[in-house]
């Protein structure tokens, strides 16, 4: 028989049956013996057939499954072991699938396309986010998925799910969590995408290769736009299946480390658009909510922008744009604005220009002064000039505070200047503010009244 065993090494009489058919059990045996150190080898030999003929050792899988594990997992040790046995002899191996096709060879996925991202000059990915207290949990939450570290020691969520309207800042946390995987994984191991871009370019493939082939050579996996897959239940039946590849086996330190990160549009209930598998393993993650940008962070923001392009603009500019759009993005493309001025005329917009500049396009609309204090009157049921008068019945006072602390959050305007329109000392102003910010914890019903004058003061 060609590639026979020599006797040195086995018994021919112990190892071969009649017509040449391996005994199994001696084989799994002598496996056993060489793969002590694998405490799941007993578990997956009994997956395995074996059968020796001339043309080789023969080795079938109970099912298709099993043999996409076997040939990414067990392979390599598998074979070293039967090296060890067939010292010198080792024959042909011949693996079978169990429709009787040869077993398929491992073949490369495309590398998904990456998104078209600025070039990272170093520097902490995460400075130039602005934010404050309201959106902290999930600024933090990004920079703990960003964290290498964290992960391999065994961090509690592998999954977050940033979720949030448009403009909110949703994919410039993805990309900061990008940049700051690549220089730690390396950048071929980081994907980055669309989620429709990377479920269409890289689902056809994984057909014919299964999911273990993207795990091996990515560790991270970072998808903006969950929402637009939402009406394609093929793509979101793959992506069960590849996060559930990706989590796979957690005591294993390699595969705690990898991350997966969403953005969707919209609030967290948003989500329910989504096939219910996909959902909920979404969330038995980390799923967290972005909200609108108030004044004070808008502002901010584009002072970074203005000190990046040299916009050359004062604060009550910088204030002034900031109070026309609710968005970061929206924000960029004023800045966008400003700086196309500059290039084509060689200086600085004054207020004149810039009022003409941002009634181009889209823009929203201003809130005013008079717009607050209307608001706040028709609130409280009293007349504008009850808010802004010297009375001090407590409902005046209260409804004047509720005034100062929303033109205080809505306009920008400093302490001063709302001491000067409500015709009060700027200490006065301080104090009432304060106690508006405690009513979340001092009366309740009240803090409600306030949230909801907030939100229609657009």
């Not at 093929?234 to 590849?245: N, Y």
């Amino acid at each position: 028989m060609a590639n026979e065993i020599s006797s040195a090494d086995i018994s021919a009489n112990q190892t071969f049956g009649t017509a040449g058919i391996y005994r199994q059990e001696n084989l799994k045996e002598r496996l056993l013996e060489v793969l002590r150190d694998d405490p799941t080898a007993f578990q997956w030999l009994e997956g395995l057939n074996f059968t020796l003929n001339a043309f080789g050792l023969l080795i079938g899988f109970v099912h298709n499954y099993f043999a996409f594990w076997f040939r990414d997992h067990k392979r390599p040790i598998f074979e070293n072991a039967l090296g060890e046995i067939f010292a010198g002899s080792l024959p042909r191996l011949l693996y079978q699938w169990p429709d009787n096709s040869e077993m398929p060879e491992i073949p490369e996925l495309p590398a998904p396309p990456p998104l078209e991202l600025p070039l990272d000059t170093g520097g902490d990915p995460f400075a130039d986010l602005v934010f404050n207290q309201k959106n902290s949990f999930a600024f933090e939450a990004a920079r703990r998925a960003a964290n290498t570290a964290l992960y391999a020691e065994g961090c509690d969520y592998a999954i977050l799910v940033l979720c949030g309207p448009s403009g909110v800042g949703k994919s410039f946390l993805l990309s900061a969590i990008h940049k700051s995987l690549c220089r730690q994984e390396g950048a071929s191991r980081v994907v980055f995408r669309n989620a429709a871009s990377f479920c269409a370019e890289m689902f056809p493939a994984m057909q014919k290769t299964g999911e273990e082939t993207f795990w091996r050579t990515h560790q991270a996996l970072l998808l903006d736009d969950m929402q637009e897959i939402w009406s394609y239940d093929s793509w979101q039946e793959r992506l069960c299946a590849l996060i559930d590849v990706g989590l796979r086996d957690n005591s294993n330190s390699a595969m705690k480390s990898r991350r997966l990160v969403f953005a969707h549009l919209g609030g967290v209930a948003e989500m329910s658009h989504l096939k219910e598998r996909l959902r909920s393993r979404l969330e038995s993650g980390l799923v967290v909510e972005l909200f609108e940008p108030d004044l004070d962070v808008r502002l901010r923001y584009l002072e970074m922008l203005g000190k990046k392009k040299k916009l050359g603009l004062g604060r009550e500019q910088m204030l002034f744009l900031a109070r026309r759009a609710s968005q970061f993005r929206m924000l960029q493309g004023l800045a966008r604005k400003v700086e196309a001025y500059m290039d084509l005329n060689g200086k600085s917009p004054s207020q004149d220009v810039l009022e003409n500049l941002v009634k181009t396009g889209n823009h929203e609309r201003v809130t005013s002064f008079g717009d607050i204090v209307g608001l706040v009157s028709r609130g409280f049921n009293l007349a504008p000039e009850d808010i802004l008068g010297t009375r001090r019945k407590p409902d005046f006072v209260l409804a004047r505070q509720v005034a100062m602390y929303l033109c205080r959050r809505k306009l920008g305007l400093s302490y001063p200047e709302l001491g000067k329109a409500f015709g009060r000392d700027h200490s006065t102003v301080i104090h009432a503010i304060k106690k508006i910010q405690a009513l979340p914890q001092t009366d309740k019903v009240l803090h409600k009244l306030v949230t909801d004058l907030e939100n229609a003061a657009c």
